[in-house]
T-cell receptor, first 114, second 112 residues
Framework: SAVISQKPSRDICQRGTSLTIQCQVD?????MFWYRQQPGQSLTLIAT?????????ESGFVIDKFPISRPNLTFSTLTVSNMSPEDSSIYLC???????????FGPGTRLTVL | AQKITQTQPGMFVQEKEAVTLDCTYD???????LFWYKQPSSGEMIFLIY??????QNATEGRYSLNFQKARKSANLVISASQLGDSAMYFC?????????FGAGTTVTVRA
C-alpha cells in the first residue's frame, strides 16, 4: 500500500490569506487527487492533479481559488487562496494504487479560517 | 450523474455483535468499483474493502464483508464481532474513472 503524508496536519489562518498544502507519496503514482470535507459533510472531489499538465477541476472548483501543482509522480500541492471561513474543512490527498482495487488517502489537513 | 445513498445517519451496536451498514448506488456504467472507508474522529480515511462491478463473489477482509447485490445496486457493509474501536464514521463510495463519489456516511457507535 502507498504511504501518504501531508503537511501541515492542521492550521488556523486569517481570512484573505492563502495556505499551501503538500502531499508526498512514498512511491510513484499516476493518479493523484484532492478532496475536501466540510464540517459534518462527506468528501467532495476538488480536482485531479496531473503530472506535467494543468489539473482537472470538478464542477464548482476553479484554478484561481485552488491552484494545484504536480511537479513529479510522488508530490503535489494544493493552495487554498484568498481564504474565507467557508473554506474551513479537511483537505485530503488521495492516490490510486497500482491495483484498481485500492485507493488511499493521506491523513488530511484540518484547516480553520477565522 | 452517479449517486451514493446511505440512509442510516447513525447506528448503535453492542460490542461483539454484527452490524450492517446500508449503501445503494446509481450509475448507468457497467464498470465501476465500490469502496468502504472508516473515518475515526482523527479525520483520516481508512480503506476497508473493495468490490468491483464484475466481481461475482462478495469481498471479505477480516471482520469486514461486503454484501454486493448488483441487480438491486446495493453494496452493504457487514462488520462482524464489533469492537469498541469500530466506533467511527463509515463512508460508502463509488469509483468511476478513478474518481470517487461518496455517500453521506453512517456514524457507528459501539457500546460495551
Amino acid at each position: 500500500s502507498a504511504v501518504i503524508s501531508q503537511k501541515p496536519s492542521r492550521d488556523i489562518c486569517q481570512r484573505g490569506t492563502s495556505l499551501t498544502i503538500q502531499c508526498q507519496v512514498d512511491s510513484q503514482v499516476t493518479m493523484m487527487f484532492w478532496y475536501r470535507q466540510q464540517p459534518g459533510q462527506s468528501l467532495t472531489l476538488i480536482a485531479t492533479a496531473n503530472q506535467g499538465s494543468e489539473a482537472t477541476y470538478e464542477s464548482g472548483f476553479v484554478i484561481d481559488k485552488f491552484p494545484i501543482s504536480r511537479p513529479n509522480l510522488t508530490f503535489s500541492t494544493l493552495t487554498v487562496s484568498n481564504m474565507s471561513p467557508e473554506d474551513s474543512s479537511i483537505y485530503l490527498c488521495s492516490v490510486a494504487g497500482q491495483n484498481t482495487d485500492t485507493q488511499y488517502f493521506g491523513p488530511g489537513t484540518r484547516l480553520t479560517v477565522l | 450523474a452517479q449517486k451514493i445513498t446511505q440512509t442510516q445517519p447513525g447506528m448503535f451496536v453492542q460490542e461483539k455483535e454484527a452490524v450492517t451498514l446500508d449503501c445503494t448506488y446509481d450509475t448507468s456504467d457497467q464498470s465501476y468499483g465500490l469502496f468502504w472507508y472508516k473515518q475515526p474522529s482523527s479525520g483520516e480515511m481508512i480503506f476497508l474493502i473493495y468490490q468491483g462491478s464484475y466481481d461475482e463473489q462478495n469481498a471479505t477482509e477480516g471482520r469486514y464483508s461486503l454484501n454486493f447485490q448488483k441487480a438491486r445496486k446495493s453494496a452493504n457493509l457487514v462488520i462482524s464481532a464489533s469492537q469498541l474501536g469500530d466506533s467511527a464514521m463509515y463512508f460508502c463510495a463509488m469509483r468511476l474513472d478513478y474518481k470517487l463519489s461518496f455517500g453521506a456516511g453512517t456514524t457507528v457507535t459501539v457500546r460495551a
